[in-house]
Antibody, heavy 117, light 110 residues
C-alpha cells in the first residue's frame, strides 16, 4: 500500500527557509517522480515542481525558480522540498504527490507552513 | 505563468447533471491529452477523479466523466449527490515541462 508521510507543521519567520520531508513507502521510491503542490488557506492548488528520485533531476515552476530546491535521500525513500526567503504569502499547506504520469493518485497528508513574524 | 480558467462556482439540484469547464491554451489543455481533475472536500487532500482527459481511476463512480474540445476540458457529474459538493480542480501538462492547475470550481448541490 502506497503511503507518503510528511513531516510536521512548521512556523518560520519572514526571510527564513523551511525544509519539509516526504517519506515514501509501499513502492520503489526511484520509480516515480515526486511533485510538490501547495495550497494557501481558501485558495487553489499551485504546482511547485517535480523531482526524479532516480536521477535527482528537477524542474520548477517559474514562480519558484531560485527559491525552491527539491532533493532526495534514496536510502530512506524520502523526498525534500526547501523553500527559502520565506514571506507571508508562502503560508500554505504543502503536499508531496507521486506522479503517475502527468497526474497524481497518491498524496501526502499535507503540512502547514506558517510564515509569521 | 497563468493558471487554467475555471468558473468560480456552479450549483445544481440533486439528481441533475452538471458540467464544469477548464480553459487553457494550445500549449497546455489543447496540446496534450494530459488533463486531470481533482475533487477536494474541506480540510482534505485532493482526490483524483479523472486523468488523461477521459480515464477514471478504479473506485471512482462512473457518474464522473471527462472530455476535451480544443483548448477547453470539461468534467461532467451526472446524478448529483450531496457528497459531490466539493471544490474541483483541473490540471494540465504544459509545453514548458510543467504542470498547471485551474483556479478551482466550488460545486454546490442545492
Amino acid at each position: 500500500q502506497v503511503h507518503l508521510v510528511q513531516s510536521g507543521a512548521e512556523v518560520k519567520k519572514p526571510g527564513a527557509s523551511v525544509k519539509v520531508s516526504c517519506k515514501a513507502s509501499g513502492y520503489t521510491f526511484t520509480n516515480y517522480d515526486i511533485n510538490w503542490v501547495r495550497q494557501a488557506s481558501g485558495q487553489g492548488l499551485e504546482w511547485m515542481g517535480w523531482m526524479d528520485p532516480n536521477s535527482g533531476n528537477t524542474g520548477y515552476a517559474e514562480k519558484f525558480q531560485g527559491r525552491v530546491t527539491m532533493t532526495r535521500n534514496t536510502s530512506i525513500s524520502t523526498a525534500y522540498m526547501e523553500l527559502s526567503s520565506l514571506r507571508s504569502e508562502d503560508t500554505a499547506v504543502y503536499y508531496c504527490v507521486r506522479d503517475e504520469y502527468k497526474y497524481s493518485y497518491y498524496w501526502g497528508q499535507g503540512i502547514l507552513v506558517t510564515v509569521s513574524s | 505563468q497563468s493558471a487554467l480558467t475555471q468558473p468560480a462556482s456552479v450549483s445544481e439540484s440533486p439528481g441533475q447533471s452538471i458540467t464544469m469547464s477548464c480553459t487553457g491554451t494550445s500549449s497546455d489543455v489543447g496540446g496534450y491529452d494530459y488533463v486531470s481533475w481533482y475533487q477536494q472536500h474541506p480540510g482534505k487532500a485532493p482526490k483524483l477523479m479523472i486523468y488523461d482527459v477521459i480515464k477514471r481511476p478504479s473506485g471512482v463512480s462512473n457518474r464522473f466523466s471527462g472530455a476535451k474540445s480544443g483548448n477547453t476540458a470539461s468534467l461532467t457529474i451526472s446524478g448529483l449527490q450531496a457528497e459531490d459538493e466539493a471544490d474541483y480542480y483541473c490540471c494540465s501538462y504544459r509545453s514548458s515541462g510543467t504542470l498547471v492547475f485551474g483556479g478551482g470550481t466550488k460545486l454546490t448541490v442545492l
